[in-house]
T-cell receptor, first 111, second 112 residues
Framework: AQTVTQSQPEMSVQEAETVTLSCTYDTSESDYYLFWYKQPPSRQMILVIRQEAYKQQNATENRFSVNFQKAAKSFSLKISDSQLGDAAMYFCAYTGNQFYFGTGTSLTVIP | DTAVSQTPKYLVTQMGNDKSIKCEQNLGHDTMYWYKQDSKKFLKIMFSYNNKELIINETVPNRFSPKSPDKAHLNLHINSLELGDSAVYFC???????????FGPGTRLTVT
């Protein structure tokens, strides 16, 4: 079965600094997508970024970028120039035949 | 023009009652889901429907019954509510296949 592991339950970053959230996954499927979702205190689940496994180029969305290492089954999220509004729970997710979420990383942004 | 909507957003009820949560999506998606998020923020999939047919039914008590009148709606009915049912319940939808899911705003259920 596929699994998604986020080994950092909590992280903190100074405002304007860069932080990287880790995610690893296990799969035997060849066709899959990976995602990062953000859940702020409002509890709305917001899609931050997606990565198709067949693409070698790392996805980027403004200040958010990923480091996708397919052979290592690693999918980390980098947040540059952190802002107070980035404070949230971040979930890594995998989908092939089914959708799997990691356990989340709570990110605190320090002013 | 909310993409995935849920009602109600908050639900407070007593043990033993029966309640329903409604979900609607206007994205034209084929597949809809129900998730439970506990106090530790763990997201657990409960059900998945594709074109009104159940395709995933994780181990949840029989007291939980999803109903899909059409592919734009997936409602969750809960019988004989228990204290342990207190959680946030999310509805989500996606295209069929390995695609991102879009979430509703969640329903915070509190059982007293």
């Amino acid at each position: 079965a596929q699994t998604v592991t986020q080994s950092q339950p909590e992280m903190s970053v100074q405002e304007a600094e860069t932080v990287t959230l880790s995610c690893t996954y296990d799969t035997s499927e060849s066709d899959y997508y990976l995602f990062w979702y953000k859940q702020p205190p409002s509890r709305q689940m917001i899609l931050v970024i997606r990565q198709e496994a067949y693409k070698q180029q790392n996805a980027t969305e403004n200040r958010f970028s990923v480091n996708f290492q397919k052979a290592a089954k690693s999918f980390s999220l980098k947040i540059s120039d952190s802002q107070l509004g980035d404070a949230a729970m971040y979930f890594c997710a995998y989908t092939g035949n089914q959708f799997y979420f990691g356990t989340g990383t709570s990110l605190t942004v320090i002013p | 023009d909310t993409a995935v909507s849920q009602t109600p957003k908050y639900l407070v009820t007593q043990m033993g009652n029966d309640k329903s949560i409604k979900c609607e999506q206007n994205l034209g998606h084929d597949t809809m889901y129900w998730y439970k998020q506990d106090s530790k923020k763990f997201l657990k999939i409960m059900f998945s429907y594709n074109n009104k047919e159940l395709i995933i039914n994780e181990t949840v008590p029989n007291r939980f019954s999803p109903k899909s009148p059409d592919k734009a709606h997936l409602n969750l009915h809960i019988n004989s509510l228990e204290l342990g049912d207190s959680a946030v319940y999310f509805c989500a939808s996606s295209l069929l296949g390995p695609y991102e899911q879009y979430f509703g705003p969640g329903t915070r259920l509190t059982v007293t």
